[in-house]
């Protein structure tokens, strides 16, 4: 009897450490993926950046004054602030690749209301590589049933409700247009955390205008 007992007492005792190490794990791998999380946001952003100014500038090289309709990049300085302004940095800018090139004439202005598709996602990281989704329109967060018309339901809110670097990308959109949106921290939610969106999140939106209606005017009705 005491020998089974002092067999167990030394089981227990190998597997305690095995579990301990196992709960530790479970836990840094949670922890891990948001680990220097400001500082790689910030290093992110300025990547995707150096990319977009890149094949902004070699399209200009190569198509001079058409080099829009060849080029799936822009970048847009806040509207918030001038284009003057000599205390604009990097992080004031948001960067775009557009996905869809619409028909529409015309682009929202900030007072105006806008019917939109949508998801939001953090950036990329080893454990969600495609960037973690916290936010979209309708019901499925399926990325094909987001965008998909005969599913999907579009949301609509007024450019002024939304964050300054989503509200910049609306105001350059046309109807059709489908654009995914970089947005630095400082022009999304900055140092302030909201639900699944850690404090110095970079965002990224990849948005569809559907409709826009000028202020005081009625949208039209939805399909």
Known sequence: MKKALFLLTIIAMAVTPLLTACSENDEDTTTDEFANWRNRNEAYFADVRSNALHQIAQAKNAYGDSWEENCDWRTFLSYSLSAAALTNTAEDSICVQIMQRGTGSGCPLGSDK??????????????????????????????????????????????????????????????????????????????????????????????????????????????
């Open 114 to 223: 806008v019917r939109v598709f949508y998801c939001g996602r953090l950036m990329p990281t080893s454990q969600h590589p495609d960037g973690k989704m916290f936010d979209h329109s309708g019901q499925s967060g399926l990325t094909d049933k987001i965008f998909d018309r005969t599913t999907a339901v579009p949301v609509v809110f007024n450019v002024t409700d939304i964050t300054r670097g989503f509200a910049t990308a609306i105001q350059h959109m046309h109807i059709g247009d489908r654009w995914r949106i970089f947005v630095p921290a400082k022009l999304a939610y900055g140092k302030e955390e909201r639900t699944g969106v850690p404090a110095y999140s970079t965002l990224i939106f990849d948005v569809e205008l559907v409709q826009y209606a000028r202020n005081g005017a009625t949208l039209p009705a939805w399909n």
